[in-house]
């Protein structure tokens, strides 16, 4: 079993930066892919980032691609999600989540275990 938290979020100006952060436990982080999904009001959940096992193989939507970075650090069980040059549109609950080796992971089915979720806000 897995259990993630996210942290991190709250209200930014457009064009301004966050990090999120999701803290997991469970000896299975070591053998997951991480990815973060987002999901506005009345908007189905959506692919934002996911990052291999060892790091070493990222992927993003078109949509974040170029300013966001996710970024692992398996030493602390914490996968992250640097965002800049933040707009209006990015405005969502994003969810980090736990899904089995050998995968992208851009569809939520893809994976296992979820996060509550963080609000993030950005102001125009």
């Known amino acids: 079993q897995v259990q993630l938290v996210e942290s991190g979020g709250g209200l930014v100006q457009a064009g301004g930066s966050l990090r999120l952060s999701c803290a997991a436990s469970?000896?299975?982080?070591?053998?997951?892919?991480m990815g973060w999904f987002r999901q506005a009001p009345g908007k189905e959940r959506d692919f934002v980032a996911s990052?291999?096992?060892?790091?070493?193989?990222?992927y993003y939507s078109d949509s974040v691609n170029d300013r966001f970075t996710i970024s692992r650090d398996n030493t602390k069980n914490t996968v992250y999600l640097q965002m800049n040059s933040l707009k209006p549109e990015d405005t969502a609950v994003y969810y980090c989540?736990?899904?089995?080796?050998?995968?992208?992971?851009?569809?939520?089915?893809?994976?296992?275990?979820w996060g509550q979720g963080t609000q993030v806000t950005v102001s125009s």
């Open positions: 989540a736990a899904g089995p080796l050998g995968r992208i992971g851009r569809m939520a089915g893809e994976y296992d275990y």
């Open positions: 469970g000896r299975q982080f070591m053998n997951s892919i």
């Open positions: 990052i291999s096992w060892s790091g070493r193989n990222t």
